[in-house]
Nanobody
Framework: QLQLVESGGGVVQPGGSLRLSCAVSGVTLDYYAIGWFRQAPGKEREGVSCISSSGVSTNNADSLKGRFTISRDNAKNTVYLQMNSLKPEDTGVYYC???????????????????WGKGTLVTVSS
């Protein structure tokens, strides 16, 4: 049974950085694309970034303008989201999600995820 557990959230001042981790268990990670999504208070969930099972392809929301970077360590079964230059509008619950795409696939899209973690809260406030 695939499980995803997010960690690394917290309170940070505007302009600061955080690194979120998504630990995946129950499967071999290199068969799955992993995505990060977020939901701000009172808003719908939106896609942030995804990375293919090969690690070669990534897909980031245009609104982020390069502030966030996704990466993965298949040996550790963990995917990371490095968030820099954080803004108050980045506040929300961040979720990681998975979709089986095949061994070392380059497929990555911010939809169609089948498995979800419970989320970690990020608060950007002075």
């Amino acid at each position: 049974q695939l499980q995803l557990v997010e960690s690394g959230g917290g309170v940070v001042q505007p302009g600061g950085s955080l690194r979120l981790s998504c630990a995946v268990s129950g499967v071999t990670l290199d068969y799955y694309a992993i995505g990060w999504f977020r939901q701000a208070p009172g808003k719908e969930r939106e896609g942030v970034s995804c990375i293919s099972s090969s690690g070669v392809s990534t897909n980031n929301a245009d609104s982020l303008k390069g502030r966030f970077t996704i990466s993965r360590d298949n040996a550790k079964n963990t995917v990371y989201l490095q968030m820099n230059s954080l803004k108050p509008e980045d506040t929300g619950v961040y979720y990681c999600a998975a979709r089986r795409t095949g061994h070392y696939s380059n497929y990555c899209q911010l939809y169609g995820m089948a498995y979800w973690g419970k989320g970690t809260l990020v608060t950007v406030s002075s």
